[in-house]
T-cell receptor, first 114, second 111 residues
């Protein structure tokens, strides 16, 4: 199994530009999570999906952030317009959604907004 | 989910056992103890979880006290590659939703 796949691994953009982060969860997993990690706030959940449906988006900072999961094998996190304070590492994770519900994390996307 | 308390940092000599403590004094009867770790610049990695019995897998052992108010993660023979931040998380098994990561313990394995 290839594990959770994220792209791009690094993204550098200028303030005001649109940024799209992509995630492919582990095949067969029903839950998908987007986390953000910064030095100041640590790891925090942005949104999670179960069976492609958003269940909890209370962590999404503001309307500039949006996430979609059009099918079981793909999700996007979009920031429009981006701001310097959005600079962080964004992780995608997936889980079976049952049993111990172990979450498996991708390698992350390091976003820098200039 | 119950709150956990971990020391901010620990050192361990390579080849020795690393014992990482976690306090979770408000844990409920149906809450499990999970351990994850994050090696620098990588995503968090699941290590082990348990309810009340001691658990062991290929990565580590988990010792939970009889009153379940604390636990210890044991890496029996630490290597330099075990240098990471270790997170102790308490949550209801099978509950949906996110993992709440605290600040964890920064383990430094030294040669």
């Amino acid at each position: 199994d290839a594990g959770v796949i994220q792209s791009p691994r690094h993204e550098v953009t200028e303030m005001g530009q649109e940024v799209t982060l992509r995630c492919k969860p582990i095949s067969g997993h029903n839950s998908l999570f987007w986390y953000r990690q910064t030095m100041m706030r640590g790891l925090e959940l942005l949104i999670y999906f179960n069976n492609n449906v958003p269940i909890d988006d209370s962590g999404m900072p503001e309307d500039r952030f949006s996430a979609k999961m059009p099918n079981a094998s793909f999700s996007t996190l979009k920031i429009q317009p981006s701001e310097p304070r959005d600079s962080a590492v964004y992780f995608c994770a997936s889980s079976l959604g049952t049993g111990p519900d172990t979450q498996y994390f991708g390698p992350g996307t390091r976003l820098t907004v200039l | 989910d119950a709150k956990t308390t971990q020391p901010p940092s620990m050192d361990c000599a390579e080849g020795r056992a690393a014992n990482l403590p976690c306090n979770h004094s408000t844990i409920s009867g149906n809450e499990y103890v999970y351990w994850y770790r994050q090696i620098h610049s990588q995503g968090p990695q699941y290590i082990i979880h348990g309810l009340k019995n001691n658990e062991t897998n290929e990565m580590a052992s988990l010792i939970i006290t009889e009153d379940r108010k604390s636990s210890t993660l044991i890496l029996p023979h630490a290597t330099l590659r075990d240098t990471a931040v270790y997170y102790c998380i308490v949550r209801v098994r099978g509950s949906q939703g996110n993992l709440i990561f605290g600040k964890g313990t920064k383990l430094s394995v030294k040669p």
